[in-house]
């Protein structure tokens, strides 16, 4: 690092903290769902064009790529940032809480791209880099599958704006404002979604004999489940099998047709995932087949395993050390068990995602939660940060 050179601090972006809160808070107030966002994408794109950015809306649907380059230095950098609210009902109270009944900002998403826009604002200002720098807007992380990031690439995002690296980040209640989290290699679980069907011979209450009952088969499924990270899962392997939906019947006098579950499972390895599959698909079939019912199962992979690049992480570690001090960093965090789908971005680019403290006791409302707000403290921090990354990735020789 060229020490007599400037890079951007905290303290830079202070000014620009009001301006944020704003742009942040109205996206927090007009949520909008996976390859919804269309205000949103329209927002972002009317302010990186007033910032002088070339902006390509419509990027893997509602997805908006902000590109600005200055100088002549080759290299070029790919920062994402997810755009998509979720399917909850908001309860936090705010001023500025949710318009759209039931859609909600509960993961934090309009506050990584207030994050990037302050970005976008400063080094457009500044220009102190020689290079390309390519701001991801995108969209439906949330979708589980053929989500937003996936549907950039396949829309050629890094063909069309490409980067020689890419970097996301993902707020993370639970620790302190304004710390940064990274870990090298398997960061975050792969996440597959299983949905199924048991199909029984629905009936009459009293007449349960004449009936393959399926609430029955499926509480007995619900329970072998578990036995599957329990007994065929090596203990030192991470592994989650989660029931999140079990639905059946209608009246207490009848016994229904079919009932549903929906799986949620995560893993850290190939071989784990793939035992997973195999274990679920076997269980599921001879259970149900062991009361006279059948299953059908839909087994639909989600997203990969986030891995970051040794070089990137090592990279984006020492910038987040040289903005708000070593102490605030902690450069070996644990796997994390939540999945994400900026793990497609770093199949095709090396790069790191990193997590940024939401807030701990009182501040600390864990993501999905009604009564979750992304915390207004990080908006100039992660703006510094993401700027003084562009700044140290596209420094010019010498
Ligand atoms: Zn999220």
Redesign the pocket.
Known sequence: MDTSKRYCEVADLNSMADELRAIRHHIHQHPELAYEEQQTAALVAEKLQQWGYTVTTGVGRTGVVGSLTVGDGQRSIGIRA?MDALPIHEQTGLPYASQHHGKMHA???DGHTSMLLGAARYLAETRNFSGTVHLYFQPA??HGIDSGAKCMIDDGLFERFPCDAVFGV?NHPGAPVGTFLFRKGPFLAAGDNIYITIHGTGGHAARPHLTVDPIVVSSSIVMALQTIVARNIDPAQPAVVTVGVQQAGAANNVIPHSARLELSVRSFSAEVRALLKQRITELVQQQAASYGATADIDYRMGYPVVINSDRETEFAIQVAQELVGAEQVVPHTAQLMGSEDFAYMLQARPGCFLRIGNGTGEDGCM?HNPEYDFNDRNLPIGAAYWARLVERFLAPAG
């Open positions: 997810d993961c934090g998403h992380e949330e993902h993501v």
